[in-house]
Protein backbone atom coordinates (compact mmCIF):
# COMPACT_ATOMS: atom_id res chain seq x y z
CA UNK A 1 0.00 0.00 0.00
CA UNK A 2 2.53 2.25 0.56
CA UNK A 3 4.05 2.29 -3.22
CA UNK A 4 2.52 5.50 -3.56
CA UNK A 5 5.76 7.98 -3.41
CA UNK A 6 6.68 9.99 -0.24
CA UNK A 7 8.86 12.66 -1.29
CA UNK A 8 6.88 14.17 -3.84
CA UNK A 9 3.47 14.48 -2.35
CA UNK A 10 5.09 15.55 0.73
CA UNK A 11 6.51 18.48 -0.37
CA UNK A 12 2.91 19.23 -2.49
CA UNK A 13 0.98 18.75 0.19
CA UNK A 14 3.01 21.24 2.49
CA UNK A 15 3.16 23.54 -0.51
CA UNK A 16 -0.44 23.66 -0.72
CA UNK A 17 -1.81 23.35 2.93
CA UNK A 18 0.84 26.53 3.35
CA UNK A 19 -0.77 28.00 0.68
CA UNK A 20 -4.45 27.60 2.48
CA UNK A 21 -2.88 29.10 5.62
CA UNK A 22 -3.86 32.19 4.23
CA UNK A 23 -7.31 31.74 5.38
CA UNK A 24 -6.06 32.70 8.80
CA UNK A 25 -5.93 36.10 9.98
CA UNK A 26 -1.94 37.85 9.05
CA UNK A 27 -1.42 37.84 13.27
CA UNK A 28 -2.12 34.20 13.92
CA UNK A 29 -0.33 32.82 10.67
CA UNK A 30 2.77 35.09 11.86
CA UNK A 31 2.42 32.98 15.54
CA UNK A 32 1.77 29.98 14.06
CA UNK A 33 2.50 29.46 10.59
CA UNK A 34 5.92 27.25 11.33
CA UNK A 35 4.48 25.35 13.60
CA UNK A 36 0.96 24.27 11.62
CA UNK A 37 3.12 23.35 8.43
CA UNK A 38 5.57 21.21 10.76
CA UNK A 39 2.46 19.28 12.22
CA UNK A 40 1.21 18.87 9.12
CA UNK A 41 4.54 17.63 8.02
CA UNK A 42 5.43 15.21 10.77
CA UNK A 43 1.25 14.04 10.30
CA UNK A 44 1.77 13.56 6.63
CA UNK A 45 4.82 11.26 7.35
CA UNK A 46 2.17 8.83 9.84
CA UNK A 47 -0.45 8.70 7.74
CA UNK A 48 1.72 7.87 4.88
CA UNK A 49 3.62 5.48 6.37
CA UNK A 50 0.54 3.80 8.09
CA UNK A 51 -1.75 3.78 5.49
CA UNK A 52 -0.32 5.23 1.99
CA UNK A 53 -2.45 6.91 -0.32
CA UNK A 54 -5.85 5.98 1.78
CA UNK A 55 -3.91 7.62 5.00
CA UNK A 56 -3.36 10.94 3.22
CA UNK A 57 -6.40 11.22 1.83
CA UNK A 58 -8.17 10.88 5.14
CA UNK A 59 -5.69 13.69 6.59
CA UNK A 60 -6.48 16.38 4.02
CA UNK A 61 -10.23 15.72 4.34
CA UNK A 62 -9.83 16.10 7.92
CA UNK A 63 -7.01 18.92 7.67
CA UNK A 64 -9.20 20.71 5.36
CA UNK A 65 -12.15 20.42 7.67
CA UNK A 66 -10.51 21.69 10.46
CA UNK A 67 -8.78 24.52 8.52
CA UNK A 68 -12.31 25.91 7.06
CA UNK A 69 -14.08 25.75 10.78
CA UNK A 70 -10.77 27.33 12.45
CA UNK A 71 -9.93 29.85 10.29
CA UNK A 72 -13.61 30.83 10.13
CA UNK A 73 -13.15 30.84 14.36
CA UNK A 74 -9.93 32.89 14.36
CA UNK A 75 -11.18 35.40 11.88
CA UNK A 76 -14.63 36.08 14.23
CA UNK A 77 -12.55 36.07 17.35
CA UNK A 78 -10.81 39.06 15.55
CA UNK A 79 -13.52 41.04 14.27
CA UNK A 80 -14.73 40.87 18.43
CA UNK A 81 -11.67 42.11 19.58
CA UNK A 82 -11.56 44.99 17.68
CA UNK A 83 -15.70 45.57 18.21
CA UNK A 84 -14.87 45.55 21.70
CA UNK A 85 -12.29 48.68 21.28
CA UNK A 86 -13.95 51.80 23.48
CA UNK A 87 -13.66 53.58 19.78
CA UNK A 88 -16.65 51.37 18.48
CA UNK A 89 -18.03 51.64 21.49
CA UNK A 90 -18.17 55.67 21.14
CA UNK A 91 -19.34 55.74 17.76
CA UNK A 92 -21.86 53.48 18.76
CA UNK A 93 -22.99 55.16 21.29
CA UNK A 94 -23.35 58.40 19.43
CA UNK A 95 -24.96 56.85 16.88
CA UNK A 96 -27.81 55.33 19.56
CA UNK A 97 -27.74 59.39 20.56
CA UNK A 98 -28.69 60.12 17.19
CA UNK A 99 -31.42 57.29 16.80
CA UNK A 100 -32.72 58.46 20.06
CA UNK A 101 -33.59 61.61 18.39
CA UNK A 102 -34.79 60.07 15.60
CA UNK A 103 -36.95 57.99 17.33
CA UNK A 104 -38.28 61.03 18.62
CA UNK A 105 -38.62 63.19 15.54
CA UNK A 106 -40.19 59.75 14.14
CA UNK A 107 -43.37 59.84 17.03
CA UNK A 108 -43.62 63.59 16.70
CA UNK A 109 -43.81 64.17 12.70
CA UNK A 110 -45.25 60.32 11.84
CA UNK A 111 -42.37 60.25 9.15
CA UNK A 112 -41.42 56.89 7.65
CA UNK A 113 -37.55 58.36 6.80
CA UNK A 114 -37.23 59.33 10.38
CA UNK A 115 -38.16 55.62 11.56
CA UNK A 116 -35.55 54.65 8.86
CA UNK A 117 -32.78 56.81 10.50
CA UNK A 118 -34.03 55.35 13.64
CA UNK A 119 -33.39 51.99 13.14
CA UNK A 120 -29.93 52.43 11.19
CA UNK A 121 -28.84 54.19 14.07
CA UNK A 122 -30.27 52.04 16.53
CA UNK A 123 -27.75 49.30 14.90
CA UNK A 124 -24.83 51.46 16.24
CA UNK A 125 -26.29 51.55 19.58
CA UNK A 126 -26.71 47.89 19.54
CA UNK A 127 -23.59 47.20 18.52
CA UNK A 128 -21.90 49.50 21.16
CA UNK A 129 -24.19 47.71 23.92
CA UNK A 130 -22.80 44.34 22.92
CA UNK A 131 -19.09 45.67 22.58
CA UNK A 132 -19.49 47.20 26.03
CA UNK A 133 -20.30 43.90 27.37
CA UNK A 134 -17.13 43.08 25.93
CA UNK A 135 -18.05 38.64 25.98
CA UNK A 136 -19.25 39.16 29.59
CA UNK A 137 -22.70 38.82 28.38
CA UNK A 138 -22.30 35.27 27.51
CA UNK A 139 -24.66 33.06 24.95
CA UNK A 140 -27.12 35.29 26.42
CA UNK A 141 -25.69 38.36 25.03
CA UNK A 142 -24.89 36.86 21.88
CA UNK A 143 -28.12 35.62 20.94
CA UNK A 144 -30.19 38.95 22.20
CA UNK A 145 -27.68 40.89 19.98
CA UNK A 146 -28.32 38.72 17.23
CA UNK A 147 -31.91 38.98 17.63
CA UNK A 148 -31.66 42.37 17.50
CA UNK A 149 -29.83 42.88 14.54
CA UNK A 150 -31.79 40.31 12.55
CA UNK A 151 -35.25 42.22 14.00
CA UNK A 152 -33.85 46.04 13.13
CA UNK A 153 -32.73 44.68 9.48
CA UNK A 154 -36.25 43.00 9.13
CA UNK A 155 -37.65 45.97 9.90
CA UNK A 156 -35.73 47.79 7.51
CA UNK A 157 -36.09 45.07 4.27
CA UNK A 158 -39.71 45.04 4.94
CA UNK A 159 -40.13 49.13 5.12
CA UNK A 160 -37.77 49.24 1.47
CA UNK A 161 -40.16 46.64 0.58
CA UNK A 162 -43.20 48.60 1.48
CA UNK A 163 -42.27 51.64 -0.08
CA UNK A 164 -40.64 50.00 -3.13
CA UNK A 165 -43.61 47.27 -3.85
CA UNK A 166 -46.36 49.90 -3.80
CA UNK A 167 -47.79 48.80 -0.23
CA UNK A 168 -47.86 51.85 1.13
CA UNK A 169 -50.00 53.66 -2.25
CA UNK A 170 -52.47 50.65 -1.98
CA UNK A 171 -53.08 51.45 1.78
CA UNK A 172 -55.82 53.81 1.06
CA UNK A 173 -57.29 52.32 -1.54
CA UNK A 174 -57.82 48.98 0.31
CA UNK A 175 -56.35 48.72 3.79
CA UNK A 176 -57.70 45.21 4.56
CA UNK A 177 -55.49 43.38 1.32
CA UNK A 178 -52.27 45.41 2.78
CA UNK A 179 -52.58 44.38 6.66
CA UNK A 180 -51.30 40.47 6.08
CA UNK A 181 -48.03 42.05 4.56
CA UNK A 182 -48.06 44.46 7.33
CA UNK A 183 -48.14 41.98 10.56
CA UNK A 184 -44.82 41.52 9.37
CA UNK A 185 -43.03 44.66 10.79
CA UNK A 186 -44.45 44.00 14.15
CA UNK A 187 -43.26 40.39 13.51
CA UNK A 188 -39.71 42.42 13.38
CA UNK A 189 -40.50 44.86 15.58
CA UNK A 190 -41.30 42.02 18.29
CA UNK A 191 -38.24 40.35 17.18
CA UNK A 192 -36.02 43.01 17.89
CA UNK A 193 -37.65 44.15 21.28
CA UNK A 194 -36.72 40.37 22.27
CA UNK A 195 -33.44 40.75 20.92
CA UNK A 196 -32.79 43.94 22.77
CA UNK A 197 -34.46 42.34 26.26
CA UNK A 198 -32.00 39.36 26.30
CA UNK A 199 -29.20 42.08 25.56
CA UNK A 200 -30.55 44.24 28.39
CA UNK A 201 -30.72 40.93 30.58
CA UNK A 202 -26.85 39.61 30.26
CA UNK A 203 -26.12 43.70 30.38
CA UNK A 204 -27.44 43.36 33.83
CA UNK A 205 -26.68 40.39 35.05
CA UNK A 206 -22.77 41.42 33.88
CA UNK A 207 -23.18 44.58 35.42
CA UNK A 208 -21.68 46.20 32.31
CA UNK A 209 -23.16 49.88 32.76
CA UNK A 210 -21.70 51.92 35.96
CA UNK A 211 -25.12 53.59 36.54
CA UNK A 212 -29.14 53.00 35.41
CA UNK A 213 -28.27 48.92 35.24
CA UNK A 214 -31.78 48.74 33.76
CA UNK A 215 -32.22 50.74 31.08
CA UNK A 216 -31.24 48.55 28.42
CA UNK A 217 -33.14 45.85 29.81
CA UNK A 218 -36.37 48.28 30.44
CA UNK A 219 -35.74 49.56 26.90
CA UNK A 220 -35.98 46.34 25.61
CA UNK A 221 -39.51 45.84 26.98
CA UNK A 222 -40.41 49.55 26.16
CA UNK A 223 -39.71 48.00 22.17
CA UNK A 224 -41.45 45.08 22.98
CA UNK A 225 -44.73 47.00 24.36
CA UNK A 226 -44.38 49.56 21.19
CA UNK A 227 -44.78 46.39 18.92
CA UNK A 228 -48.28 45.44 20.38
CA UNK A 229 -49.25 49.37 20.23
CA UNK A 230 -48.51 49.23 16.53
CA UNK A 231 -50.47 45.94 16.15
CA UNK A 232 -53.06 47.07 18.64
CA UNK A 233 -53.63 50.91 16.30
CA UNK A 234 -52.21 49.88 13.19
CA UNK A 235 -52.63 46.48 12.12
CA UNK A 236 -56.11 45.83 14.07
CA UNK A 237 -58.09 48.40 12.28
CA UNK A 238 -56.10 47.63 8.81
CA UNK A 239 -57.55 44.14 9.08
CA UNK A 240 -60.70 45.38 9.30
CA UNK A 241 -60.55 47.60 6.19
CA UNK A 242 -59.86 51.13 7.78
CA UNK A 243 -56.94 53.63 7.96
CA UNK A 244 -55.79 53.75 11.43
CA UNK A 245 -55.18 57.80 11.07
CA UNK A 246 -58.66 58.28 9.33
CA UNK A 247 -60.62 58.61 13.15
CA UNK A 248 -59.41 60.23 16.23
CA UNK A 249 -58.15 57.79 18.00
CA UNK A 250 -56.48 57.83 21.22
CA UNK A 251 -53.92 54.88 20.57
CA UNK A 252 -52.75 56.50 17.15
CA UNK A 253 -52.27 59.87 17.61
CA UNK A 254 -51.69 59.69 21.71
CA UNK A 255 -50.28 55.95 22.78
CA UNK A 256 -48.24 55.47 19.48
CA UNK A 257 -46.35 58.55 19.44
CA UNK A 258 -45.38 58.57 23.39
CA UNK A 259 -43.96 54.98 23.55
CA UNK A 260 -41.79 56.25 20.25
CA UNK A 261 -40.71 59.68 22.13
CA UNK A 262 -39.85 57.13 24.99
CA UNK A 263 -38.31 54.53 22.99
CA UNK A 264 -36.02 57.98 21.79
CA UNK A 265 -35.44 59.23 25.28
CA UNK A 266 -34.28 55.43 25.97
CA UNK A 267 -31.71 55.69 23.24
CA UNK A 268 -30.44 58.53 23.77
CA UNK A 269 -30.13 57.76 27.84
CA UNK A 270 -28.11 54.79 26.64
CA UNK A 271 -26.14 55.92 24.24
CA UNK A 272 -25.42 59.03 26.30
CA UNK A 273 -23.64 56.71 28.92
CA UNK A 274 -22.25 54.23 26.39
CA UNK A 275 -20.10 57.61 24.64
CA UNK A 276 -18.89 59.13 28.03
CA UNK A 277 -17.62 55.83 29.47
CA UNK A 278 -15.91 54.69 26.11
CA UNK A 279 -14.67 58.89 25.56
CA UNK A 280 -13.41 58.68 29.32
CA UNK A 281 -11.41 55.29 28.63
CA UNK A 282 -9.68 56.71 25.58
CA UNK A 283 -9.22 59.73 27.21
CA UNK A 284 -7.22 57.49 29.85
CA UNK A 285 -3.13 57.76 29.46
CA UNK A 286 -1.82 54.19 28.60
CA UNK A 287 -0.52 52.56 31.50
CA UNK A 288 3.10 52.94 32.08
CA UNK A 289 5.33 50.01 32.27
CA UNK A 290 6.60 49.40 35.94
CA UNK B 1 -0.45 39.08 30.46
CA UNK B 2 -3.23 41.56 30.66
CA UNK B 3 -5.90 39.56 31.74
CA UNK B 4 -5.55 36.41 33.11
CA UNK B 5 -8.25 33.61 33.98
CA UNK B 6 -7.65 34.10 37.75
CA UNK B 7 -9.37 37.18 37.49
CA UNK B 8 -12.29 35.57 36.75
CA UNK B 9 -14.62 35.08 39.87
CA UNK B 10 -15.83 31.92 38.78
CA UNK B 11 -14.01 29.15 36.74
CA UNK B 12 -14.10 28.54 33.36
CA UNK B 13 -15.50 25.77 31.27
CA UNK B 14 -13.01 24.44 29.52
CA UNK B 15 -13.69 22.92 25.99
CA UNK B 16 -13.07 19.61 25.65
CA UNK B 17 -9.91 20.45 23.24
CA UNK B 18 -8.14 22.31 26.22
CA UNK B 19 -9.14 19.72 28.88
CA UNK B 20 -7.21 16.38 26.71
CA UNK B 21 -4.37 19.26 25.76
CA UNK B 22 -3.71 20.17 29.63
CA UNK B 23 -3.81 16.60 30.79
CA UNK B 24 -1.29 15.68 28.05
CA UNK B 25 1.13 18.62 29.95
CA UNK B 26 0.49 17.39 32.80
CA UNK B 27 3.04 14.88 32.82
CA UNK B 28 5.28 17.26 31.07
CA UNK B 29 6.61 19.99 28.51
CA UNK B 30 5.73 19.17 24.98
CA UNK B 31 5.53 20.39 21.27
CA UNK B 32 2.44 20.54 19.39
CA UNK B 33 2.57 17.30 17.15
CA UNK B 34 3.24 15.35 20.27
CA UNK B 35 0.54 16.98 21.98
CA UNK B 36 -1.81 16.01 19.00
CA UNK B 37 -0.85 12.43 18.97
CA UNK B 38 -1.26 11.90 22.22
CA UNK B 39 -4.78 13.19 22.86
CA UNK B 40 -5.30 11.04 19.79
CA UNK B 41 -4.20 8.12 22.26
CA UNK B 42 -6.03 9.37 25.25
CA UNK B 43 -9.29 9.13 23.18
CA UNK B 44 -8.62 6.21 21.30
CA UNK B 45 -8.57 8.56 18.30
CA UNK B 46 -11.96 9.59 19.00
CA UNK B 47 -10.64 13.57 19.45
CA UNK B 48 -8.53 14.19 16.22
CA UNK B 49 -6.96 17.65 16.51
CA UNK B 50 -5.76 19.27 13.77
CA UNK B 51 -3.49 21.90 12.96
CA UNK B 52 -6.20 25.11 13.33
CA UNK B 53 -7.87 23.43 16.47
CA UNK B 54 -4.58 22.57 18.13
CA UNK B 55 -2.61 26.07 17.82
CA UNK B 56 -6.23 28.15 18.11
CA UNK B 57 -6.41 26.34 21.78
CA UNK B 58 -3.06 26.63 22.44
CA UNK B 59 -3.67 30.23 21.54
CA UNK B 60 -6.12 31.11 23.84
CA UNK B 61 -4.75 28.90 26.67
CA UNK B 62 -1.65 30.92 26.38
CA UNK B 63 -3.38 33.98 26.35
CA UNK B 64 -5.16 32.89 29.12
CA UNK B 65 -2.36 31.94 31.51
CA UNK B 66 -3.37 28.32 32.10
CA UNK B 67 -0.15 27.43 30.02
CA UNK B 68 3.07 28.61 28.89
CA UNK B 69 6.01 28.54 25.97
CA UNK B 70 9.22 27.42 27.03
CA UNK B 71 12.33 29.47 25.78
CA UNK B 72 14.45 26.57 25.24
CA UNK B 73 13.79 22.92 23.79
CA UNK B 74 14.36 20.76 26.60
CA UNK B 75 17.15 18.58 24.72
CA UNK B 76 18.18 20.67 21.35
CA UNK B 77 20.49 17.82 19.97
CA UNK B 78 17.73 15.46 19.50
CA UNK B 79 15.02 18.09 17.96
CA UNK B 80 13.85 19.79 14.98
CA UNK B 81 14.74 23.59 16.17
CA UNK B 82 11.54 24.69 14.50
CA UNK B 83 9.41 23.14 17.71
CA UNK B 84 7.67 25.42 20.12
CA UNK B 85 7.18 23.46 23.98
CA UNK B 86 5.02 24.28 26.01
CA UNK B 87 4.41 23.67 30.00
CA UNK B 88 1.35 23.76 32.52
CA UNK B 89 1.42 26.86 34.60
CA UNK B 90 -0.12 26.70 38.29
CA UNK B 91 -3.36 27.90 37.33
CA UNK B 92 -3.87 25.47 34.23
CA UNK B 93 -3.08 22.67 36.38
CA UNK B 94 -5.14 23.69 39.24
CA UNK B 95 -7.84 23.95 36.37
CA UNK B 96 -7.15 20.33 35.14
CA UNK B 97 -6.98 19.21 38.66
CA UNK B 98 -10.71 20.95 39.02
CA UNK B 99 -11.83 19.45 36.09
CA UNK B 100 -10.89 15.97 36.45
CA UNK B 101 -12.20 15.78 40.16
CA UNK B 102 -15.44 17.08 38.80
CA UNK B 103 -15.26 13.90 36.03
CA UNK B 104 -14.27 11.79 38.61
CA UNK B 105 -17.35 12.98 40.83
CA UNK B 106 -19.90 12.55 37.91
CA UNK B 107 -18.48 8.74 37.48
CA UNK B 108 -18.92 7.97 40.95
CA UNK B 109 -22.40 9.48 40.42
CA UNK B 110 -22.96 7.10 37.62
CA UNK B 111 -21.18 4.13 39.32
CA UNK B 112 -23.98 4.32 41.86
CA UNK B 113 -26.50 4.76 39.66
CA UNK B 114 -25.17 1.21 38.51
CA UNK B 115 -24.33 2.48 34.99
CA UNK B 116 -20.46 2.14 35.35
CA UNK B 117 -19.15 -1.50 37.00
CA UNK B 118 -17.20 -0.71 40.11
CA UNK B 119 -13.24 -0.80 39.13
CA UNK B 120 -11.56 -3.89 39.82
CA UNK B 121 -9.02 -3.99 42.78
CA UNK B 122 -5.36 -3.75 41.46
Known amino acids: ?290 | MPETTSNHKTPPSLTPAAFHILLVLASGENHGYAIMREVAEHTGGKMRLGPGSLYGTIKRMLADGWIEELDERPDPELDDERRRYYRLTGLGRKLVQAEAERLEQLVNIARGKKLLRTPRSV
Open chain 1, 1 to 290: MNNFPLANSLSVSVRVYRALLVAYPKKFREHYETQMVQVFRDSFREAHHRNGMSGVIDLWLHTFADLLVTALIERVMERSQYMFSPKVILWGGLASVFGGLFWMLAGLSNSPAALVLALVLGLGGLVSLYSRQAGQGGKLGLAGFTLGIIGTVLQLAVLWWAFTSGLVANMKRDPASVAPWAFIFPLALVISGIGLTLLGLASWRAKTLHIWRGLPLGLGLLSIIYSLTMWLVGIVPLSQGRLPWDTWNFGFYVLYPAVQVLLGLGWIGLGTMLATEAEAKIAQPPPTAA
